[in-house]
């Protein structure tokens, strides 16, 4: 075993000032407000009524300043990093040490995030996600972009089993180690999301739909009461609404997919970059949507739960961190559906696939029998049609299907979603009903996978449907389970994937 000393390494030493920046700006704007002030109003730099107390004014500026930029020395010597005995491990603190660790063959997914100040100083950062409900395990601030980029590959090659890799020397390998790095993979480029398509997603979105709806209550209301006052109301939504698109392009701008064989590669950001790789076999569950106005292009949004991300989908960048497509075409979710899901498990899974995300059911049938799976709708199972009373616009669409190597959930008449979840990734099932449901003999299937921002839930399930897909689901989860025999997901000799046949595209 190699001696820790000799393996561990430091951050670049611009990390603590790149992490801090705002504390010194905030610093300077409270010291230097006021001269700023006067500079630009053409009096004098220092007040006359403060001019017998501006030495000790700048020698307790400058004893903050000094001892601001003392603790970032300090905070960088001794924040250090090793990569070592199948863990990486990250140490800080100065008066209150800390040691961060995660085990290589339990990582979920390596990101490298790059701020706006950090691409300045061609630094990254690398946050390495285990399941570990949602917080990062670690966090490296900040490495040069090639070290981030090798140490990257490093981990990940060695995460995945790989045994190929040109000799390399990566930083924060132990030296016995050296001859294990390997190259970054390369990578064979799968889509890229036009800025026009993902301008126009976003006018066409849900909150545009809010938005405009409140604006023409804002005017009715103002019409009839002869009150303008409402138009007040208006204000504030408008403001919160161009904040929220411009977070949304700025997450999505530039968003590149690609695949390569220590995972699936996701690049996003105007200002601030990342580049998110997702080892195939990591993904929980996906979710492909399709808002009313989307329709109309044949627009669609894929979303994925991942161990390590957790419920992180709540706030702006964690819903980008989840995001595995923005918007994208019918061709486009297909090739991704082949990156998450390179064995299908059917025949025919474009004819599937297609149903899931656009099907209905027939409208015929017995009164109060459930609605068989139709052979023109992918072989999806309904909500019977004695419950249609519960859902009126939603009981043809909602429905399950299962293929060797998933189950595939559909809902929603006018908001569609598709839920897919692989089997291995079935955490345990859960079949719950109210008394109106117990009335109609349905209820719902739930799924348990890890947190994030996809909730399986089967809708409104004809009863003996329901009790019979718990016990089959529950069977498939076992014997999935059962194949996943390592944490190794890389396959060298096969490591290639292919998407589908492309079926028609349905707006």
Do not use: C
């Amino acid at each position: 075993m190699t001696a820790a000393g000799d393996s561990w390494r430091r951050v670049h030493p611009a990390s603590p000032f790149v992490r801090g920046w705002v504390a010194l700006a905030a610093m300077f704007f409270f010291f230097g407000r006021d001269a700023f002030e006067r500079l630009l109003q053409g009096g004098p730099v220092i007040d006359e009524r403060l001019a017998g107390r501006a030495p000790w004014l700048l020698l307790g500026g400058g004893t903050v300043l000094l001892l601001t930029v003392l603790g970032f020395v300090l905070s960088w010597y001794f924040t250090r990093y090793q990569v070592a005995d199948g863990y990486v491990r990250v140490n800080t603190g100065f008066l209150f040490k800390q040691q961060r660790q995660a085990r290589l063959d339990r990582v979920q997914a390596i990101d490298v995030v790059q701020p706006l100040l950090a691409r300045i100083f061609g630094l990254a950062e690398l946050r390495f996600e285990v399941a570990d409900a949602g917080q990062s395990a670690v966090h490296l601030a900040y490495l040069r972009v090639d070290e981030a980029r090798q140490l990257r590959a490093t981990i990940l090659a060695r995460a995945s089993g790989a045994v190929s890799g040109t000799p390399a020397t990566a930083p924060g390998l132990a030296p016995a180690q050296q001859a294990a790095v390997a190259e970054e993979a390369p990578e064979h480029a799968v889509l890229t999301v036009p800025p026009s398509r993902l301008a126009g997603s976003l006018v066409l979105s849900e909150q545009s739909v809010v938005i405009v709806l409140g604006a023409v209550a804002s005017v009715l209301l103002s019409a009839v009461t002869e009150n303008r006052s409402f138009y007040f109301y208006l204000i504030p939504a408008g403001l919160g609404l161009a904040a929220a698109y411009w977070n949304s392009f700025n997450k999505g701008y530039n968003f590149t997919a690609a695949i390569s064989p220590d995972g699936i590669r996701l690049r996003y950001g105007l200002l601030d970059t990342q580049a998110q790789t997702l080892p195939p076999g990591r993904i929980q569950a996906v979710r492909v949507s399709q808002p009313p106005l989307w329709r109309v292009f044949g627009w669609y949004r894929m979303q994925v739960n991942m161990a390590g991300y957790g419920t992180a989908g709540s706030n702006g960048e964690g819903s980008a961190r989840t995001t595995l497509l923005p918007v994208g075409t019918l061709a486009e979710v297909f090739a991704m559906l082949s990156l998450v899901l390179p064995d299908p498990g059917t025949p025919d899974p474009a004819r599937v696939f297609i149903a899931g995300l656009n099907g209905l059911a027939p409208a015929g049938g017995p009164g109060r029998s459930a609605a068989p799976a139709a052979p023109d709708d992918g072989g999806f199972v309904t909500t019977p049609r004695r419950a249609r009373l519960l859902a009126p616009l939603g009981w043809r669409r909602n429905g399950f299907t299962a293929t060797d190597t998933a189950l595939l959930i559909r809902s929603g008449r006018w908001w569609r979603h598709l839920v897919l979840v692989p089997h291995q990734r079935t955490q345990s099932i859960a079949l719950q009903q109210g008394p109106l449901a117990r009335r109609f003999r349905v209820a719902d299937l739930v799924l348990h996978t890890t947190a994030g921002p996809i909730a399986p839930r089967l809708i409104q399930a004809g009863l003996d449907e329901g009790r019979a897909l718990l016990d089959a689901q529950a069977a498939r989860a076992r014997t999935a389970r059962k194949r996943q025999t390592s944490e190794h997901w890389l396959d060298p000799a096969d490591h290639l994937v292919h998407a589908p046949k492309e079926g028609p595209q349905h707006g």
